[in-house]
């Protein structure tokens, strides 16, 4: 059984460019979530994916923009970049008919730097 | 509101117990979860308990709830140095959706 992978590790942008992050679920989990982790902070929710569908999102603008597909990986894509989006990015992926407990499996993040 | 809350820095001796303390909001958790991160790694799942338990002992880790004061705890038993991490507790926030709610970290220092 495969964790949750994503690519890139690290990545440094510009300001007002648009970045694509990727994540692969583990196996056999339909549901993934992404968050942002800015330094020195918890992750904070920014939307979830169930079945290709927007499931739910957090308090972050339409420019945070995401993907997922029917083999269950996903995309996170952010448009004009600003300096404060520079975060570690995690995706975590869970299996959404298990609610109790709620077990998220978290990928090792994407360190995005905007300069 | 959601706001979990957490002390920033913790520092012990190798072999000491460290107690790591949370404070929630949400009662209507149903779960509450303890995540370790090691530098430059994601997020791996510890240990969780239900809300209507007041303690669970998993190997060296003791999690104890205070429901009423909406306190949790993490006890880790002859701490390591390789426990040395930012530790992070987390409830659940049903809004139709299962999302989880993270306190700040407390970051966990085990000297020799």
């Known amino acids: 059984e495969t964790g949750v992978t994503q690519s890139p590790t690290h990545l440094i942008k510009t300001r007002g460019q648009q970045v694509t992050l990727r994540c692969s679920s583990q196996?056999?989990?339909?549901?993934v979530s992404w968050y942002q982790q800015a330094l020195g902070q918890g992750p904070q929710f920014i939307f979830q994916?169930?079945?290709?569908?927007?499931?739910g999102r957090g308090n972050f603008p339409p420019r945070f923009s995401g993907l997922q597909f029917p083999n269950y990986s996903s995309e996170l894509n952010v448009n004009a970049l600003e300096l404060d989006d520079s975060a570690l990015y995690l995706c975590?992926?869970?299996?959404?008919?298990?609610?109790?407990?709620?077990?998220?499996?978290f990928g090792p993040g994407t360190r995005l730097t905007v300069t | 509101g959601e706001d979990v809350e957490q002390s920033l820095f913790l520092s012990v001796r190798e072999g000491d117990s460290s107690v790591i303390n949370c404070t929630y909001t949400?009662?209507?958790?149903?779960?509450l979860y303890w995540y370790k991160q090691e530098p430059g790694a994601g997020l791996q799942l510890l240990t969780y308990?239900?809300?209507?338990?007041d303690m669970k002992q998993d190997q060296r880790l003791t999690v104890l709830l205070n429901k009423k004061d909406k306190h949790l705890s993490l006890r880790i038993a002859d701490t390591q140095t390789g426990d040395s991490a930012i530790y992070f507790c987390?409830?659940?926030?049903?809004?139709?959706?299962?999302?989880?709610?993270f306190g700040t970290g407390t970051r966990l220092l085990v000297s020799p």
């Open positions: 987390a409830e659940t926030e049903d809004t139709g959706f299962q999302k989880l709610v």
């Open positions: 949400d009662s209507s958790s149903t779960y």
């Open positions: 975590a992926s869970s299996f959404q008919e298990q609610f109790d407990p709620y077990e998220q499996y």
């Open positions: 994916y169930y079945r290709e569908e927007e499931n």
């Open positions: 308990i239900f809300s209507n338990m």
């Open positions: 196996s056999g989990h339909n549901t």
